[in-house]
DNA sequence: GCAAAATTGGAGTATCAACTCCAGAATCCG
DNA sequence: CGGATTCTGGAGTTGATACTCCAATTTTGC
Protein backbone atom coordinates (compact mmCIF):
# COMPACT_ATOMS: atom_id res chain seq x y z
CA UNK A 1 0.00 0.00 0.00
CA UNK A 2 2.42 2.91 -1.38
CA UNK A 3 1.69 6.08 -0.08
CA UNK A 4 -0.61 8.36 -2.39
CA UNK A 5 2.21 11.08 -2.60
CA UNK A 6 4.60 8.71 -3.48
CA UNK A 7 3.25 7.74 -7.10
CA UNK A 8 4.72 8.03 -10.56
CA UNK A 9 2.83 9.80 -12.95
CA UNK A 10 1.98 6.23 -14.51
CA UNK A 11 0.97 4.91 -10.90
CA UNK A 12 -1.17 7.38 -10.10
CA UNK A 13 -3.06 6.92 -13.77
CA UNK A 14 -3.29 3.03 -13.64
CA UNK A 15 -4.72 3.67 -9.90
CA UNK A 16 -7.41 5.69 -10.94
CA UNK A 17 -8.27 3.47 -14.42
CA UNK A 18 -8.69 0.90 -11.19
CA UNK A 19 -10.59 3.01 -9.44
CA UNK A 20 -12.73 4.23 -12.16
CA UNK A 21 -13.75 0.91 -13.47
CA UNK A 22 -14.52 -0.68 -10.39
CA UNK A 23 -16.93 2.33 -10.15
CA UNK A 24 -18.62 1.78 -13.34
CA UNK A 25 -18.47 -2.27 -12.32
CA UNK A 26 -20.23 -1.84 -8.88
CA UNK A 27 -22.62 0.59 -9.92
CA UNK A 28 -24.02 -1.37 -12.80
CA UNK A 29 -24.05 -4.70 -10.77
CA UNK A 30 -23.85 -3.99 -7.33
CA UNK A 31 -19.95 -4.36 -5.21
CA UNK A 32 -20.88 -7.74 -4.30
CA UNK A 33 -21.31 -9.10 -7.80
CA UNK A 34 -18.05 -7.51 -9.00
CA UNK A 35 -15.06 -9.40 -9.08
CA UNK A 36 -11.93 -8.49 -8.74
CA UNK A 37 -11.37 -9.98 -11.88
CA UNK A 38 -14.19 -7.79 -13.52
CA UNK A 39 -12.55 -4.86 -12.45
CA UNK A 40 -8.93 -5.88 -13.81
CA UNK A 41 -10.06 -6.87 -16.78
CA UNK A 42 -11.96 -3.87 -17.51
CA UNK A 43 -9.12 -1.74 -16.55
CA UNK A 44 -6.74 -3.70 -18.24
CA UNK A 45 -4.80 -4.28 -15.02
CA UNK A 46 -2.74 -7.72 -13.47
CA UNK A 47 -3.65 -9.21 -9.83
CA UNK A 48 -0.74 -8.12 -8.39
CA UNK A 49 -1.05 -4.44 -9.81
CA UNK A 50 -4.11 -4.42 -8.06
CA UNK A 51 -3.01 -5.62 -5.32
CA UNK A 52 -0.24 -3.16 -5.33
CA UNK A 53 -2.28 0.08 -4.66
CA UNK A 54 -4.63 -1.93 -2.48
CA UNK A 55 -4.80 -4.10 -0.15
CA UNK A 56 -8.06 -5.59 -0.67
CA UNK A 57 -11.17 -5.24 -1.96
CA UNK A 58 -12.74 -3.01 1.08
CA UNK A 59 -10.04 -0.61 0.08
CA UNK A 60 -10.97 -0.57 -3.24
CA UNK A 61 -14.74 0.14 -2.05
CA UNK A 62 -13.94 2.64 0.24
CA UNK A 63 -12.09 4.96 -2.69
CA UNK A 64 -15.19 4.09 -5.08
CA UNK A 65 -16.91 5.64 -2.36
CA UNK A 66 -14.92 8.91 -2.59
CA UNK A 67 -14.57 8.48 -6.21
CA UNK A 68 -18.09 8.32 -6.24
CA UNK A 69 -18.61 11.06 -3.96
CA UNK A 70 -16.60 13.47 -5.45
CA UNK A 71 -18.37 13.11 -8.48
CA UNK A 72 -21.65 13.36 -7.37
CA UNK A 73 -21.04 16.49 -5.70
CA UNK A 74 -19.03 17.98 -8.69
CA UNK A 75 -22.30 17.70 -10.63
CA UNK A 76 -24.06 19.10 -7.87
CA UNK A 77 -21.88 21.98 -7.35
CA UNK A 78 -22.10 23.10 -11.05
CA UNK A 79 -25.95 23.06 -10.57
CA UNK A 80 -26.59 24.33 -7.28
CA UNK A 81 -23.67 27.14 -6.62
CA UNK A 82 -26.50 29.18 -7.46
CA UNK A 83 -29.18 27.10 -6.81
CA UNK A 84 -31.18 30.00 -5.38
CA UNK A 85 -34.18 30.31 -7.26
CA UNK A 86 -37.09 28.02 -8.49
CA UNK A 87 -35.63 28.61 -11.94
CA UNK A 88 -32.29 27.31 -11.13
CA UNK A 89 -33.88 24.36 -9.53
CA UNK A 90 -35.62 23.23 -13.06
CA UNK A 91 -32.22 23.36 -14.65
CA UNK A 92 -31.00 21.15 -11.50
CA UNK A 93 -33.87 18.63 -12.85
CA UNK A 94 -32.90 18.59 -16.48
CA UNK A 95 -29.47 17.75 -15.69
CA UNK A 96 -30.44 14.87 -13.51
CA UNK A 97 -32.79 13.44 -15.86
CA UNK A 98 -30.73 14.03 -18.25
CA UNK A 99 -28.16 11.80 -16.93
CA UNK A 100 -29.94 9.05 -16.01
CA UNK A 101 -32.24 9.35 -19.70
CA UNK A 102 -27.97 8.84 -20.82
CA UNK A 103 -27.79 5.97 -18.79
CA UNK A 104 -30.81 4.53 -19.70
CA UNK A 105 -31.79 4.09 -16.08
CA UNK A 106 -29.25 1.43 -15.14
CA UNK A 107 -27.39 1.87 -11.97
CA UNK A 108 -29.72 4.70 -10.12
CA UNK A 109 -27.40 6.92 -8.05
CA UNK A 110 -23.86 6.42 -7.57
CA UNK A 111 -23.82 6.84 -4.20
CA UNK A 112 -27.85 6.00 -3.37
CA UNK A 113 -26.59 2.41 -4.60
CA UNK A 114 -23.75 1.98 -2.72
CA UNK A 115 -25.74 2.88 0.34
CA UNK A 116 -28.42 0.44 -0.45
CA UNK A 117 -25.98 -2.31 -1.35
CA UNK A 118 -23.49 -1.90 1.93
CA UNK A 119 -25.12 0.20 4.99
CA UNK A 120 -26.01 -2.94 6.48
CA UNK A 121 -23.16 -4.77 5.62
CA UNK A 122 -19.61 -2.38 6.12
CA UNK A 123 -20.36 0.09 9.23
CA UNK A 124 -17.63 2.13 7.69
CA UNK A 125 -18.50 2.31 4.35
CA UNK A 126 -21.67 3.34 6.02
CA UNK A 127 -19.84 6.10 8.00
CA UNK A 128 -18.46 7.01 4.81
CA UNK A 129 -21.37 7.31 2.98
CA UNK A 130 -23.21 8.88 5.41
CA UNK A 131 -20.86 12.03 5.07
CA UNK A 132 -20.91 12.45 1.91
CA UNK A 133 -24.95 12.50 1.86
CA UNK A 134 -24.28 15.02 4.73
CA UNK A 135 -22.38 17.22 2.26
CA UNK A 136 -25.04 16.82 -0.52
CA UNK A 137 -27.65 17.90 1.86
CA UNK A 138 -26.44 20.69 3.04
CA UNK A 139 -25.24 22.03 -0.54
CA UNK A 140 -29.24 21.67 -1.19
CA UNK A 141 -29.89 23.55 2.23
CA UNK A 142 -27.19 26.50 1.81
CA UNK A 143 -29.13 27.04 -1.86
CA UNK A 144 -32.57 26.93 -0.09
CA UNK A 145 -31.52 29.68 2.48
CA UNK A 146 -30.38 31.78 -0.21
CA UNK A 147 -33.43 31.81 -1.11
CA UNK A 148 -35.16 32.67 1.73
CA UNK A 149 -33.04 35.50 2.38
CA UNK A 150 -33.74 37.32 -0.15
CA UNK A 151 -37.73 36.44 0.56
CA UNK A 152 -38.05 33.64 -2.65
CA UNK A 153 -38.96 31.33 0.26
CA UNK A 154 -41.32 31.95 3.15
CA UNK A 155 -39.67 33.04 6.20
CA UNK A 156 -41.48 30.22 7.92
CA UNK A 157 -39.87 27.53 5.70
CA UNK A 158 -37.36 25.38 7.50
CA UNK A 159 -34.38 24.75 4.90
CA UNK A 160 -33.21 21.89 6.51
CA UNK A 161 -35.97 19.81 6.76
CA UNK A 162 -36.57 20.87 2.89
CA UNK A 163 -33.23 19.91 1.86
CA UNK A 164 -33.67 16.41 3.28
CA UNK A 165 -37.46 16.13 1.35
CA UNK A 166 -35.70 17.01 -1.86
CA UNK A 167 -32.93 15.04 -1.39
CA UNK A 168 -35.04 11.85 -0.67
CA UNK A 169 -37.63 12.78 -3.59
CA UNK A 170 -33.96 12.32 -5.51
CA UNK A 171 -32.98 9.16 -4.44
CA UNK A 172 -36.77 7.14 -4.40
CA UNK A 173 -37.23 9.71 -7.82
CA UNK A 174 -34.07 7.61 -8.83
CA UNK A 175 -35.09 4.33 -7.68
CA UNK A 176 -38.43 4.46 -9.33
CA UNK A 177 -36.92 4.73 -12.72
CA UNK A 178 -34.13 2.27 -12.14
CA UNK A 179 -36.99 -0.27 -11.59
CA UNK A 180 -39.03 1.41 -14.39
CA UNK A 181 -36.47 2.01 -16.69
CA UNK A 182 -38.39 4.73 -16.87
CA UNK A 183 -36.77 8.53 -16.49
CA UNK A 184 -40.26 9.84 -15.72
CA UNK A 185 -40.58 8.88 -11.59
CA UNK A 186 -37.41 11.01 -11.32
CA UNK A 187 -38.79 13.83 -12.74
CA UNK A 188 -42.30 13.80 -11.19
CA UNK A 189 -40.64 13.55 -7.60
CA UNK A 190 -38.48 16.23 -8.28
CA UNK A 191 -40.95 18.23 -9.61
CA UNK A 192 -43.65 18.13 -7.07
CA UNK A 193 -41.03 19.15 -4.41
CA UNK A 194 -40.03 22.35 -6.45
CA UNK A 195 -43.70 23.03 -6.86
CA UNK A 196 -43.99 22.65 -3.37
CA UNK A 197 -41.09 25.03 -2.68
CA UNK A 198 -43.36 27.39 -5.66
CA UNK A 199 -46.39 27.27 -3.23
CA UNK A 200 -44.59 27.59 -0.12
CA UNK A 201 -43.49 31.09 -1.88
CA UNK A 202 -46.25 32.40 -3.56
CA UNK A 203 -48.47 31.37 -0.21
CA UNK A 204 -46.98 33.76 1.36
CA UNK A 205 -45.27 36.80 -0.61
CA UNK A 206 -48.87 38.01 -2.11
CA UNK B 1 -39.92 -28.81 -7.60
CA UNK B 2 -42.65 -30.10 -6.18
CA UNK B 3 -46.24 -28.48 -7.20
CA UNK B 4 -47.05 -25.91 -4.97
CA UNK B 5 -50.13 -27.98 -4.48
CA UNK B 6 -48.95 -31.08 -3.57
CA UNK B 7 -47.38 -30.11 -0.62
CA UNK B 8 -47.97 -32.18 2.69
CA UNK B 9 -48.56 -29.52 5.92
CA UNK B 10 -44.88 -30.05 7.24
CA UNK B 11 -43.56 -29.35 3.51
CA UNK B 12 -45.64 -26.10 3.67
CA UNK B 13 -44.30 -24.84 6.70
CA UNK B 14 -40.44 -25.71 5.90
CA UNK B 15 -41.13 -23.93 2.30
CA UNK B 16 -42.48 -21.26 4.14
CA UNK B 17 -39.44 -21.47 6.47
CA UNK B 18 -36.99 -21.00 3.72
CA UNK B 19 -38.80 -18.06 2.80
CA UNK B 20 -39.00 -16.17 5.20
CA UNK B 21 -35.66 -16.93 6.77
CA UNK B 22 -34.00 -15.91 3.20
CA UNK B 23 -36.13 -12.92 3.24
CA UNK B 24 -34.98 -11.40 6.16
CA UNK B 25 -31.33 -12.22 5.75
CA UNK B 26 -31.43 -10.29 2.00
CA UNK B 27 -32.89 -7.64 3.64
CA UNK B 28 -30.26 -7.03 5.80
CA UNK B 29 -27.45 -7.89 3.64
CA UNK B 30 -28.31 -8.09 0.56
CA UNK B 31 -28.81 -10.75 -1.93
CA UNK B 32 -25.44 -11.68 -3.07
CA UNK B 33 -24.01 -11.70 0.04
CA UNK B 34 -26.60 -13.66 1.34
CA UNK B 35 -25.32 -17.78 1.01
CA UNK B 36 -27.66 -20.51 0.48
CA UNK B 37 -25.30 -21.98 3.46
CA UNK B 38 -26.53 -18.93 5.75
CA UNK B 39 -30.02 -19.37 4.76
CA UNK B 40 -29.87 -23.17 5.86
CA UNK B 41 -28.69 -22.80 9.01
CA UNK B 42 -31.38 -19.37 9.67
CA UNK B 43 -34.37 -21.94 8.64
CA UNK B 44 -32.86 -25.01 10.01
CA UNK B 45 -33.22 -26.98 7.18
CA UNK B 46 -30.50 -29.21 4.87
CA UNK B 47 -29.06 -28.68 1.50
CA UNK B 48 -31.54 -30.94 0.24
CA UNK B 49 -34.04 -29.82 1.20
CA UNK B 50 -34.03 -26.22 -0.12
CA UNK B 51 -33.65 -27.50 -3.23
CA UNK B 52 -36.00 -29.78 -3.41
CA UNK B 53 -38.16 -27.14 -2.88
CA UNK B 54 -36.47 -24.39 -5.25
CA UNK B 55 -34.14 -25.57 -8.38
CA UNK B 56 -31.93 -22.75 -7.17
CA UNK B 57 -31.06 -19.54 -6.10
CA UNK B 58 -32.79 -16.88 -8.59
CA UNK B 59 -35.92 -19.31 -8.05
CA UNK B 60 -35.75 -18.04 -3.92
CA UNK B 61 -35.16 -14.84 -5.04
CA UNK B 62 -38.21 -14.63 -7.26
CA UNK B 63 -40.07 -16.30 -3.74
CA UNK B 64 -38.74 -13.64 -1.67
CA UNK B 65 -39.58 -10.78 -3.82
CA UNK B 66 -43.52 -12.17 -3.65
CA UNK B 67 -43.48 -12.35 0.12
CA UNK B 68 -41.80 -9.03 0.38
CA UNK B 69 -44.15 -7.67 -2.02
CA UNK B 70 -47.28 -9.74 -0.33
CA UNK B 71 -46.06 -8.21 3.07
CA UNK B 72 -44.96 -4.14 1.98
CA UNK B 73 -48.64 -4.40 0.45
CA UNK B 74 -50.34 -5.66 3.29
CA UNK B 75 -48.98 -3.51 5.82
CA UNK B 76 -49.74 -0.69 2.86
CA UNK B 77 -53.49 -1.86 2.52
CA UNK B 78 -53.95 -2.01 6.24
CA UNK B 79 -53.56 1.60 6.60
CA UNK B 80 -54.65 2.87 3.05
CA UNK B 81 -57.62 0.78 2.97
CA UNK B 82 -59.26 3.96 4.16
CA UNK B 83 -55.84 6.65 2.88
CA UNK B 84 -58.23 9.19 2.25
CA UNK B 85 -57.97 11.67 4.48
CA UNK B 86 -55.22 14.03 5.79
CA UNK B 87 -55.28 12.26 8.94
CA UNK B 88 -54.89 8.76 8.30
CA UNK B 89 -51.87 9.64 5.95
CA UNK B 90 -50.62 10.82 9.34
CA UNK B 91 -51.22 7.60 10.62
CA UNK B 92 -49.70 5.95 8.01
CA UNK B 93 -46.51 7.99 8.29
CA UNK B 94 -46.43 7.31 12.08
CA UNK B 95 -46.81 3.03 10.73
CA UNK B 96 -43.76 3.34 8.63
CA UNK B 97 -41.77 5.31 10.64
CA UNK B 98 -42.82 3.09 13.86
CA UNK B 99 -41.42 -0.33 11.80
CA UNK B 100 -38.17 1.11 10.66
CA UNK B 101 -37.51 2.58 14.55
CA UNK B 102 -38.01 -1.05 15.45
CA UNK B 103 -35.69 -2.37 12.61
CA UNK B 104 -33.44 0.31 14.03
CA UNK B 105 -33.03 1.94 10.18
CA UNK B 106 -31.44 -1.68 9.22
CA UNK B 107 -32.47 -2.51 5.74
CA UNK B 108 -34.52 0.04 4.58
CA UNK B 109 -37.67 -0.90 2.44
CA UNK B 110 -38.20 -4.33 1.69
CA UNK B 111 -38.95 -3.57 -2.33
CA UNK B 112 -36.65 -0.99 -2.51
CA UNK B 113 -33.31 -2.81 -1.50
CA UNK B 114 -34.27 -5.98 -3.45
CA UNK B 115 -35.29 -3.67 -6.20
CA UNK B 116 -31.41 -1.35 -5.76
CA UNK B 117 -29.64 -4.99 -5.90
CA UNK B 118 -31.60 -6.63 -8.29
CA UNK B 119 -32.15 -3.98 -11.32
CA UNK B 120 -29.25 -4.17 -13.13
CA UNK B 121 -28.95 -8.16 -12.58
CA UNK B 122 -31.68 -9.34 -12.78
CA UNK B 123 -34.21 -8.89 -15.53
CA UNK B 124 -36.65 -11.03 -14.57
CA UNK B 125 -36.96 -9.75 -11.05
CA UNK B 126 -36.60 -6.33 -12.34
CA UNK B 127 -39.79 -6.97 -14.00
CA UNK B 128 -41.34 -8.80 -10.93
CA UNK B 129 -40.52 -5.46 -8.41
CA UNK B 130 -41.64 -3.42 -11.53
CA UNK B 131 -45.17 -4.75 -10.81
CA UNK B 132 -45.20 -4.81 -7.23
CA UNK B 133 -44.32 -0.94 -7.27
CA UNK B 134 -46.93 -0.34 -9.48
CA UNK B 135 -49.90 -1.73 -7.22
CA UNK B 136 -48.36 -0.05 -4.26
CA UNK B 137 -48.30 3.37 -6.36
CA UNK B 138 -51.94 2.42 -7.60
CA UNK B 139 -52.93 1.80 -4.09
CA UNK B 140 -51.74 5.55 -2.93
CA UNK B 141 -53.36 7.16 -6.00
CA UNK B 142 -56.65 5.36 -5.40
CA UNK B 143 -56.71 7.10 -2.00
CA UNK B 144 -55.87 10.50 -3.31
CA UNK B 145 -58.24 10.12 -6.48
CA UNK B 146 -60.97 9.02 -3.48
CA UNK B 147 -59.94 12.55 -1.25
CA UNK B 148 -60.11 14.49 -4.99
CA UNK B 149 -63.31 13.18 -5.84
CA UNK B 150 -64.87 14.33 -2.11
CA UNK B 151 -62.85 17.92 -2.56
CA UNK B 152 -60.37 17.25 -0.24
CA UNK B 153 -57.58 17.80 -3.01
CA UNK B 154 -57.94 20.37 -5.34
CA UNK B 155 -59.86 19.34 -8.70
CA UNK B 156 -56.75 20.22 -10.81
CA UNK B 157 -54.33 17.64 -8.53
CA UNK B 158 -52.83 14.59 -10.53
CA UNK B 159 -53.39 12.35 -7.92
CA UNK B 160 -51.53 9.72 -10.77
CA UNK B 161 -48.50 11.97 -10.44
CA UNK B 162 -48.58 12.69 -6.62
CA UNK B 163 -48.81 9.30 -5.88
CA UNK B 164 -45.38 8.69 -7.56
CA UNK B 165 -43.72 11.27 -5.63
CA UNK B 166 -45.49 9.94 -2.64
CA UNK B 167 -43.82 6.63 -3.11
CA UNK B 168 -40.65 8.59 -4.12
CA UNK B 169 -40.33 10.38 -0.84
CA UNK B 170 -40.89 6.79 1.07
CA UNK B 171 -38.60 5.31 -0.83
CA UNK B 172 -35.69 7.84 -0.75
CA UNK B 173 -36.35 8.64 3.02
CA UNK B 174 -36.67 4.77 3.95
CA UNK B 175 -32.42 5.19 1.99
CA UNK B 176 -31.56 7.96 4.20
CA UNK B 177 -32.81 6.84 7.46
CA UNK B 178 -30.96 3.51 6.49
CA UNK B 179 -27.48 4.75 5.59
CA UNK B 180 -28.24 7.26 8.36
CA UNK B 181 -29.46 5.20 11.23
CA UNK B 182 -31.83 8.03 11.89
CA UNK B 183 -35.80 7.89 11.01
CA UNK B 184 -35.88 11.13 11.40
CA UNK B 185 -35.75 11.64 6.96
CA UNK B 186 -38.17 9.45 6.47
CA UNK B 187 -40.45 11.46 8.76
CA UNK B 188 -39.44 14.16 7.45
CA UNK B 189 -40.17 13.32 3.86
CA UNK B 190 -42.92 12.13 4.19
CA UNK B 191 -44.18 14.90 6.44
CA UNK B 192 -43.13 17.48 3.30
CA UNK B 193 -45.53 15.70 0.91
CA UNK B 194 -48.29 15.21 3.32
CA UNK B 195 -48.02 18.94 3.65
CA UNK B 196 -47.53 19.29 0.08
CA UNK B 197 -51.19 17.96 -0.31
CA UNK B 198 -52.31 19.64 2.68
CA UNK B 199 -51.33 23.13 0.95
CA UNK B 200 -52.90 21.63 -2.74
CA UNK B 201 -56.42 21.43 -0.60
CA UNK B 202 -56.74 24.36 1.18
CA UNK B 203 -55.20 26.96 -1.33
CA UNK B 204 -58.20 26.02 -3.26
CA UNK B 205 -60.92 25.10 -0.97
CA UNK B 206 -61.20 28.93 0.84
C1' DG C 1 24.15 7.21 -15.94
C1' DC C 2 23.09 4.73 -11.95
C1' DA C 3 21.34 3.02 -7.78
C1' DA C 4 17.03 2.94 -5.34
C1' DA C 5 12.38 2.82 -5.55
C1' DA C 6 8.20 2.14 -7.82
C1' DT C 7 5.67 -0.62 -11.04
C1' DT C 8 4.25 -4.73 -13.64
C1' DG C 9 3.24 -9.81 -15.26
C1' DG C 10 1.66 -14.15 -14.55
C1' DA C 11 1.52 -18.53 -12.32
C1' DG C 12 -0.21 -20.48 -8.14
C1' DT C 13 -3.10 -21.46 -3.63
C1' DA C 14 -6.62 -21.89 -0.18
C1' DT C 15 -11.27 -21.06 0.66
C1' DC C 16 -15.87 -20.89 -0.01
C1' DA C 17 -20.29 -21.12 -2.39
C1' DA C 18 -23.65 -23.36 -5.36
C1' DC C 19 -25.32 -27.39 -6.42
C1' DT C 20 -25.75 -32.94 -6.70
C1' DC C 21 -26.84 -37.61 -5.18
C1' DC C 22 -28.95 -41.17 -2.90
C1' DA C 23 -30.50 -43.72 0.81
C1' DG C 24 -33.51 -43.52 4.79
C1' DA C 25 -37.56 -41.53 7.40
C1' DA C 26 -41.99 -39.50 7.70
C1' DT C 27 -46.49 -38.72 5.75
C1' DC C 28 -50.57 -39.33 3.05
C1' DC C 29 -54.60 -41.94 1.19
C1' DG C 30 -57.23 -45.88 0.44
C1' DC D 1 -52.47 -51.27 7.76
C1' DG D 2 -49.58 -50.73 3.40
C1' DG D 3 -47.87 -49.06 -0.75
C1' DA D 4 -46.90 -44.77 -3.05
C1' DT D 5 -45.34 -40.33 -2.43
C1' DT D 6 -43.30 -36.68 -0.16
C1' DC D 7 -39.76 -35.18 2.72
C1' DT D 8 -35.14 -35.12 5.02
C1' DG D 9 -29.92 -35.74 6.23
C1' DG D 10 -25.30 -35.50 5.10
C1' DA D 11 -21.25 -36.44 2.35
C1' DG D 12 -19.23 -35.10 -1.94
C1' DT D 13 -18.15 -32.40 -6.54
C1' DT D 14 -17.22 -28.50 -9.39
C1' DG D 15 -16.19 -24.08 -10.26
C1' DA D 16 -15.16 -19.51 -9.03
C1' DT D 17 -12.92 -15.88 -6.15
C1' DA D 18 -10.02 -13.31 -3.19
C1' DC D 19 -5.53 -13.04 -2.47
C1' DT D 20 -0.12 -14.32 -2.66
C1' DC D 21 4.60 -14.52 -4.37
C1' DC D 22 8.53 -13.24 -6.73
C1' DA D 23 11.21 -12.13 -10.49
C1' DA D 24 11.49 -8.82 -14.30
C1' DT D 25 11.01 -4.06 -15.92
C1' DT D 26 10.37 0.80 -15.83
C1' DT D 27 10.74 5.22 -13.64
C1' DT D 28 12.73 8.58 -10.47
C1' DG D 29 16.11 11.62 -8.14
C1' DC D 30 20.70 12.81 -7.92
Chains 1, 2 share one sequence.
Not at 59 to 82: F, K, P
Not at 125 to 135: E, H, K, P, V, Y
Amino acid sequence: MPDTRRLTRKGQATRDRIVVAAARLMLEQGVARTTIEDIQAAAGVSPSQLYHYFPGKDALVSAVIDHQAEQALDVQQGCLERLDTIDSLGRWRDVMVNIVTEMQCVGGCPLGSLASDLSDSDPVARTQLAGAFARWQQLIRDGLAEMQSRGELAADADPGELAVAMLAAVQGGLLLSQVNRDPEPLRIAVDTMIDHLHRLTRSVVP
